[in-house]
Protein backbone atom coordinates (compact mmCIF):
# COMPACT_ATOMS: atom_id res chain seq x y z
CA UNK A 1 0.00 0.00 0.00
CA UNK A 2 1.54 3.30 -0.55
CA UNK A 3 2.42 5.93 2.25
CA UNK A 4 -0.23 8.46 1.14
CA UNK A 5 -2.93 5.82 1.35
CA UNK A 6 -2.14 4.43 4.63
CA UNK A 7 -2.16 7.87 6.77
CA UNK A 8 -5.52 8.25 5.22
CA UNK A 9 -5.89 5.40 7.16
CA UNK A 10 -4.29 5.56 10.50
CA UNK A 11 -5.60 9.01 10.69
CA UNK A 12 -2.03 10.87 10.36
CA UNK A 13 -0.45 13.28 8.11
CA UNK A 14 1.46 11.86 5.36
CA UNK A 15 4.70 13.66 5.90
CA UNK A 16 4.15 12.37 9.52
CA UNK A 17 4.02 8.95 8.17
CA UNK A 18 7.27 9.52 6.60
CA UNK A 19 8.85 10.81 9.41
CA UNK A 20 8.20 7.96 12.11
CA UNK A 21 9.48 5.68 9.06
CA UNK A 22 12.70 7.59 8.75
CA UNK A 23 13.57 6.96 12.36
CA UNK A 24 12.72 3.68 12.61
CA UNK A 25 14.43 2.41 9.87
CA UNK A 26 15.21 -0.82 11.14
CA UNK A 27 11.93 -1.42 11.86
CA UNK A 28 11.23 -1.62 7.89
CA UNK A 29 13.37 -3.97 6.02
CA UNK A 30 13.46 -4.25 2.74
CA UNK A 31 10.42 -6.80 2.41
CA UNK A 32 8.36 -4.58 5.37
CA UNK A 33 8.93 -1.52 2.45
CA UNK A 34 10.43 0.45 -0.10
CA UNK A 35 10.72 3.29 -2.06
CA UNK A 36 9.08 3.78 -5.59
CA UNK A 37 11.73 5.12 -8.09
CA UNK A 38 10.61 8.24 -10.19
CA UNK A 39 10.32 5.79 -13.00
CA UNK A 40 7.81 4.03 -11.28
CA UNK A 41 5.80 6.61 -10.39
CA UNK A 42 5.75 8.21 -13.58
CA UNK A 43 4.36 4.81 -14.77
CA UNK A 44 2.00 4.96 -11.99
CA UNK A 45 1.23 8.60 -12.67
CA UNK A 46 0.51 7.50 -16.23
CA UNK A 47 -1.69 4.39 -15.49
CA UNK A 48 -3.79 5.33 -12.92
CA UNK A 49 -6.42 7.95 -12.41
CA UNK A 50 -3.60 10.08 -10.14
CA UNK A 51 -3.67 13.54 -11.89
CA UNK A 52 -0.11 14.22 -11.04
CA UNK A 53 3.03 13.55 -8.39
CA UNK A 54 2.25 16.17 -6.56
CA UNK A 55 -1.26 14.20 -5.43
CA UNK A 56 1.44 11.25 -4.05
CA UNK A 57 2.93 14.06 -1.93
CA UNK A 58 5.38 15.90 -3.99
CA UNK A 59 8.12 12.79 -3.07
CA UNK A 60 8.90 10.01 -4.30
CA UNK A 61 6.47 7.43 -2.29
CA UNK A 62 7.24 4.82 -0.14
CA UNK A 63 5.23 1.47 -0.64
CA UNK A 64 4.31 -0.76 2.15
CA UNK A 65 4.02 -4.70 2.13
CA UNK A 66 1.73 -6.48 4.80
CA UNK A 67 4.23 -6.91 7.42
CA UNK A 68 5.50 -3.15 6.81
CA UNK A 69 1.52 -2.10 7.13
CA UNK A 70 1.64 -4.21 10.63
CA UNK A 71 4.86 -2.48 11.83
CA UNK A 72 3.75 0.90 10.93
CA UNK A 73 0.17 0.30 13.04
CA UNK A 74 2.52 -0.08 15.88
CA UNK A 75 4.93 2.63 15.72
CA UNK A 76 2.29 5.43 14.46
CA UNK A 77 1.19 6.95 17.22
CA UNK A 78 -2.52 7.46 16.80
CA UNK A 79 -5.50 6.02 18.08
CA UNK A 80 -6.59 4.39 15.07
CA UNK A 81 -2.93 2.97 14.48
CA UNK A 82 -3.60 0.91 17.68
CA UNK A 83 -7.18 -0.05 16.56
CA UNK A 84 -5.77 -0.84 13.13
CA UNK A 85 -3.04 -2.82 15.22
CA UNK A 86 -4.95 -4.53 17.09
CA UNK A 87 -7.70 -5.71 14.20
CA UNK A 88 -4.87 -7.05 11.72
CA UNK A 89 -3.70 -9.02 14.75
CA UNK A 90 -7.38 -10.09 15.24
CA UNK A 91 -7.55 -11.25 11.57
CA UNK A 92 -4.21 -12.78 11.67
CA UNK A 93 -5.27 -15.20 14.65
CA UNK A 94 -8.58 -16.15 12.69
CA UNK A 95 -6.56 -16.72 9.07
CA UNK A 96 -4.22 -19.00 11.47
CA UNK A 97 -7.80 -20.66 12.61
CA UNK A 98 -8.99 -21.13 9.49
CA UNK A 99 -6.10 -22.68 7.95
CA UNK A 100 -6.00 -25.12 11.07
CA UNK A 101 -9.19 -26.58 10.01
CA UNK A 102 -7.94 -27.05 6.20
CA UNK A 103 -5.28 -28.63 7.48
CA UNK A 104 -7.81 -31.53 8.69
CA UNK A 105 -9.93 -31.28 5.73
CA UNK A 106 -6.59 -31.77 3.56
CA UNK A 107 -5.78 -34.87 6.00
CA UNK A 108 -9.24 -36.26 5.26
CA UNK A 109 -8.97 -36.00 1.69
CA UNK A 110 -5.56 -37.95 1.78
CA UNK A 111 -7.34 -40.07 3.53
CA UNK A 112 -9.98 -40.76 1.11
CA UNK A 113 -7.26 -40.71 -1.58
CA UNK A 114 -5.47 -43.54 -0.16
CA UNK A 115 -8.85 -45.00 0.01
CA UNK A 116 -9.84 -44.50 -3.37
CA UNK A 117 -6.38 -45.79 -4.40
CA UNK A 118 -7.07 -48.87 -2.79
CA UNK A 119 -10.68 -49.37 -3.91
CA UNK A 120 -9.14 -48.83 -7.63
CA UNK A 121 -6.69 -51.97 -6.96
CA UNK A 122 -8.92 -54.31 -5.86
CA UNK A 123 -11.45 -53.43 -8.73
CA UNK A 124 -8.81 -53.62 -11.59
CA UNK A 125 -8.03 -56.86 -9.75
CA UNK A 126 -11.26 -58.13 -10.24
CA UNK A 127 -11.81 -56.69 -13.79
CA UNK A 128 -8.63 -58.86 -14.52
CA UNK A 129 -9.81 -61.95 -13.01
CA UNK A 130 -13.43 -61.46 -14.83
CA UNK A 131 -11.46 -60.98 -17.92
CA UNK A 132 -9.66 -64.46 -17.63
CA UNK A 133 -12.96 -66.08 -16.68
CA UNK A 134 -14.51 -64.86 -20.09
CA UNK A 135 -11.48 -66.27 -22.33
CA UNK A 136 -11.00 -69.19 -20.66
CA UNK A 137 -12.05 -72.36 -22.69
CA UNK A 138 -14.78 -74.63 -21.81
CA UNK A 139 -14.09 -77.71 -22.02
CA UNK A 140 -16.88 -80.34 -21.68
CA UNK A 141 -16.78 -81.90 -18.41
CA UNK A 142 -17.66 -85.23 -17.33
CA UNK A 143 -20.97 -85.28 -15.61
CA UNK A 144 -20.77 -85.75 -12.05
CA UNK A 145 -23.09 -88.33 -9.81
CA UNK A 146 -23.54 -92.05 -9.34
CA UNK A 147 -23.51 -93.96 -12.82
CA UNK A 148 -25.31 -96.66 -13.10
CA UNK A 149 -24.16 -99.69 -15.24
CA UNK A 150 -26.11 -101.02 -17.56
CA UNK A 151 -28.44 -98.00 -17.46
CA UNK A 152 -29.86 -97.18 -20.93
CA UNK A 153 -31.74 -93.96 -20.33
Known amino acids: MLDSDLSIMY?????????????????????FMFQLSQVEVDFMVSQNVIPSRSHLGGTLPY????????????VIKSRRATVMSIKIIEVFVKLCELMMGQK????????LEKL?????????ALFTALKQLIHQKIEPREPVGFKLKNADY
Do not use: C
Open 116 to 124: LVQHDTDIQ
Open 11 to 31: DVKAIRLRQQVKRNTERFPSH
Open 63 to 74: VFTEYGVLMLAN
Open 104 to 111: DMLLRFEQ
